[in-house]
């Protein structure tokens, strides 16, 4: 079966970085996105990564490697604002999105 | 990015009524719209896929004749809750998608579901 895994929840400090990972099975794969949601809003885009390496947007980059089904997505310079749950979801071989349950981080001071 | 209107935002019913919902690609085209349900504290769950002129795909265990989708242009679709229940009561979210398979889903601001 197609699945998602990636931590329930994750504690960080202000101003520090934490990276979440994210693992996947999918029959086909052809594309990985993350996506921020705060509580009670949408989720928003924030990067989508199709080929191996690292791609790097401000205080947020996104990694991955199709070989071990495996991505990450990395956060610098943590800020309040930043406590959110990151979604991350892979794109199967029908161009169906299977979702990840997210990953709820906490950012304290 | 491109902008997703979702209305109402939040929506009080009454069990038995129906609800719709709309959602609006204000400045892209969409050729394809999803509809999501999300519980709390829960991942999204896809309840149908819909393109432009044609029949919603539904998942499956997602009932038709209760979620009634109509994507009757290429910038508006529409979720309409038949006979609501309580159970019904959830956060609703749309997606629509600019252009190819691979790009970015945009989302509207979910319509909160609240049946009494």
């Known amino acids: 079966g197609q699945n998602i895994d990636q931590p329930t929840e994750m504690t960080a400090t202000e101003g520090a970085i934490v990276q979440i990972n994210c693992t996947y099975q999918?029959?086909?794969?052809?594309?990985l996105f993350w996506y921020q949601q705060h509580a009670g809003e949408a989720p928003t885009f924030l990067s989508y990564n199709v080929l191996d390496g690292l791609e790097e947007k401000g205080r947020f980059s996104s990694f991955l490697s199709r070989s071990k089904g495996y991505s990450y997505l990395l956060l610098k310079e943590l800020q309040m604002k930043d406590s959110a749950s990151y979604l991350c979801a892979a794109l199967d071989s029908n161009y169906q999105l299977i979702w990840g349950a997210g990953t709820k981080l906490i950012i304290k001071p | 990015g491109a902008v997703v209107s979702q209305h109402p935002s939040r929506v009080i019913c009454k069990s038995g009524t129906s609800v719709k919902i709309e959602c609006r690609s204000l400045d892209f085209q969409a050729t394809t719209m999803f509809w999501y349900r999300q519980f709390p504290k829960q991942s999204l769950m896809l309840m149908a896929t819909?393109?432009?002129?044609?029949?919603?795909?539904?998942e499956q265990g997602v009932e038709k004749d209760k979620f009634l989708i109509n994507h009757a242009s290429l910038t508006l679709s529409t979720l309409t809750v038949t006979s609501a229940h309580p159970e019904d009561s959830s956060f609703y979210i749309c997606?629509?998608?600019?252009?190819?398979?691979?790009?970015?889903?945009?989302f509207g601001q979910g319509t909160r579901l609240t049946v009494v």
């Open positions: 819909s393109n432009e002129g044609s029949k919603a795909t539904y």
């Open positions: 997606s629509a998608r600019q252009g190819g398979r691979e790009t970015e889903a945009f």
């Open positions: 999918t029959s086909g794969f052809n594309g």
